[in-house]
T-cell receptor, first 114, second 111 residues
Framework: DTGVSQNPRHKITKRGQNVTFRCDPI?????LYWYRQTLGQGPEFLTY????????KSRLLSDRFSAERPKGSFSTLEIQRTEQGDSAMYLC????????????FGQGTRLTVV | GQNIDQPTEMTATEGAIVQINCTYQ??????LFWYQQHAGEAPTFLSY????GLEEKGRFSSFLSRSKGYSYLLLKELQMKDSASYLC????????????FGGGTRVLVKP
């Protein structure tokens, strides 16, 4: 257990539905990252927050994706009008902004769009 | 952008040594991480190199050459539980310490 928790662990949804995932980072970590990982590939960066500010979004993050971190603690990632290509593992990680910047990953949410 | 290459798959025998190479091209290099990931689980931290040289941690060692854009992870005295994917990732300055990963190397340890 790394201290980063993600819910749900698994989600199966029908194409066109909206889904929302939650990430609770390590409490003292001010940086929070979202990554997407497909089978046999390394994780791909989606977006990150420093406290409540979303500082960068990847080009991979289409308009159907939105992420929030309203109070600088937990974060949510929402996918609207899901497509089969959204099927992947969505990983959250947290770290400090300075000092020991090692990123700790959650167990991920595996999304299957049918 | 960054370009990170590592072999897709490697097979080794229990008790042996395996070396996983990683090459990268990036500007503003600020460190290289190795993570281990078992199937269906989160990546877990193995090592971090920011200066040239070898970092040793028990059975695992990691080496970095910044001038060559090259790193390797050395796994000694392989155990069956070492069968996993090994991810090489770099961070760059002024990029929020986000990790850019290679595709990962699947290591299969055989008895």
């Amino acid at each position: 257990d790394t201290g980063v928790s993600q819910n749900p662990r698994h989600k199966i949804t029908k194409r066109g539905q909206n889904v929302t995932f939650r990430c609770d980072p390590i409490s003292e970590h001010n940086r929070l990252y979202w990554y997407r990982q497909t089978l046999g590939q390394g994780p791909e960066f989606l977006t990150y927050f420093q406290n409540e500010a979303q500082l960068e979004k990847s080009r991979l993050l289409s308009d159907r994706f939105s992420a929030e971190r309203p109070k600088g603690s937990f974060s949510t990632l929402e996918i609207q009008r899901t497509e089969q290509g959204d099927s992947a593992m969505y990983l959250c990680a947290s770290s400090l902004a300075t000092g020991n910047t090692e990123a700790f990953f959650g167990q991920g949410t595996r999304l299957t769009v049918v | 952008g960054q370009n990170i290459d590592q072999p897709t798959e490697m097979t080794a025998t229990e008790g042996a040594i395996v070396q996983i190479n990683c090459t990268y091209q990036t500007s503003g290099f600020n460190g290289l991480f190795w993570y281990q990931q078992h199937a269906g689980e989160a990546p877990t931290f193995l090592s971090y190199n920011v200066l040239d040289g070898l970092e040793e941690k028990g059975r695992f060692s990691s080496f970095l050459s910044r001038s060559k854009g090259y790193s390797y992870l050395l796994l000694k005295e392989l155990q069956m539980k070492d069968s996993a994917s090994y991810l090489c990732a770099v961070i760059v300055r002024a990029a929020g310490n986000k990790l850019t990963f290679g595709g990962g190397t699947r290591v299969l340890v055989k008895p």
